[in-house]
Each structure stands twice: as C-alpha cells, then as structure tokens.
C-alpha cells in the first residue's frame, strides 16, 4: 500500500498569500495517478486536481498541481478567503487507493 | 448536472449492520464506478472500496474485507455499502463517488454523494 504524507499539517496564511502543500508517497505513484481535494466544513470533497497537474473542470487557474514518482505540489497563487479548506492528496495508481492525512489552509 | 444522492442517516446499535444507497444521476451507471470513502468525525478520508457500475466487480480495502459488501443495480442506477458487525468506531460520514469502471484503469473520485452520517451507539 502506497502511504502518502502531506506537509505541513497547518498552513497560516493571509489572504492574497501563496500557498504551497506538498504531498510524499512511500512509493513511486505508478502514472503519476495523484489528485487533489479541497473539503470545507460539513461538505463533501470537491476535486481539484488530477493527474498530478490537471486542473478539473471549473477549477480556477490559481490553483495548480506538479510533481511526478513520489514528491507532488498543489499550489495556490493566491489565497481567496474561500479558499481556506483542508485539502487532501490522493492516489489512485496502485492496487489500493488512499489518501493523505490532509493539510489544513487557514486564515492567520 | 452529474448528482450522487445518498440516504439519510442512521442509528444503530453495536453489532448491528446499516446499508447506505446512493443513486446516481444523468450519467451512464455502467460506464463508471462507484467508491465508498468514509470519515470519522475530525479525522481524514479512509477508502472503503469500489463497484463496477459495469459488471459487478468488486475491490475491498484490506481493512474492511469481511465486513462490508458493495452492490449495485443499474436498474435503477443505485449503488448500495452494507458494513456489519458495527462497532462505536464506525461512527463516521460515509460518501460514495464516482469512479473508474475498470479498478486498474484508475480513476479520481468525481462528483461525491452529499455524504451520509452513521452513528453507532449502544
């Protein structure tokens, strides 16, 4: 099973700000198969990011993945205020999917 | 617009089992899959497993093999996660999503079901 860990656990930033989350796999992600999720409170995630760099559709262009093997990137250009979520890497190359334990993007 | 509508929540006590539905809208059910991700309260997502929306094929996280058991009806477009033997620890939102139809073709979750809360409570 592929373990991914994200970094840092909390983020503070100010609006305007840029962001940067990193997502590590114990192992090469076989395709680069690496999505990104935001998730706001008490809603359901919402995906960002595919393909380790592909913007989803309706995405803004602020947000932005890159990386490949083991070592992937989401960032925000600028932060919005609605931008403060948690946001959760993924894999869905190996024989089992799983997910980041999460970075949460708040307000300082 | 593509929609994952899930059943409301539930009640049970320990030991008992819940099934969760999620019906699927204005895509073709048996072009995709379905997941079934589940969050404990404060905690990360967790992947459960998948279900063809083609065939009926199945994949369990290792974790939950036994205990839980995917089906889907592309009569009626509804993919269902029946999990047994609950324990308090399974107090968590379930979702479903969509997912690939073939589970090594790989696939992101995309849309999610608005998420159905179960509580496991003596």
């Known amino acids: 099973e592929i373990v991914l860990t994200q970094s840092p656990g909390t983020l503070s930033l100010s609006p305007g700000e840029r962001a940067t989350l990193s997502c590590r796999a114990s192992?090469?992600?076989?395709?680069?198969?690496l999505g990104w999720y935001q998730q706001n409170p008490g809603q359901a995630p919402r995906l960002l990011i595919y393909?380790?760099?592909s913007r989803a559709p309706g995405i803004p262009d602020r947000f932005s993945g890159s990386g490949s093997g083991t070592d992937f990137t989401l960032t925000i250009s600028r932060l919005e205020p609605e931008d403060f979520a948690v946001y959760y890497c993924q894999q869905y190359g190996s024989s089992t999917r799983t997910f980041g334990q999460g970075t949460k993007v708040e307000i300082k | 617009q593509i929609q994952l509508v899930q059943s409301g929540g539930e009640v049970k006590k320990p030991g008992a089992l819940v099934k969760v539905s999620c019906k699927a809208s204005a895509y073709t059910f048996s072009n995709y899959g379905i997941t079934w991700v589940r969050q404990a309260p404060g905690q990360g997502l967790e992947w459960m497993g998948w279900i063809s929306g083609y065939n009926g094929d199945t994949k369990y996280a290792e974790k939950f093999q036994g205990r839980v058991t995917l089906t889907a009806d592309t009569s009626t477009t509804t993919a269902y996660m029946e999990l047994r033997s609950l324990r308090s620890d399974d107090t968590a939102v379930y979702y479903c999503?969509?997912?690939?139809?073939?589970?090594?073709?790989?696939?992101?979750?995309?849309?999610w079901g608005q998420g159905t809360l179960v509580t496991v409570s003596s």
């Open positions: 999503a969509r997912d690939s139809a073939y589970y090594d073709s790989g696939s992101v979750f995309d849309p």
């Open positions: 192992q090469s992600v076989p395709r680069d198969y």
């Open positions: 393909g380790a760099s």
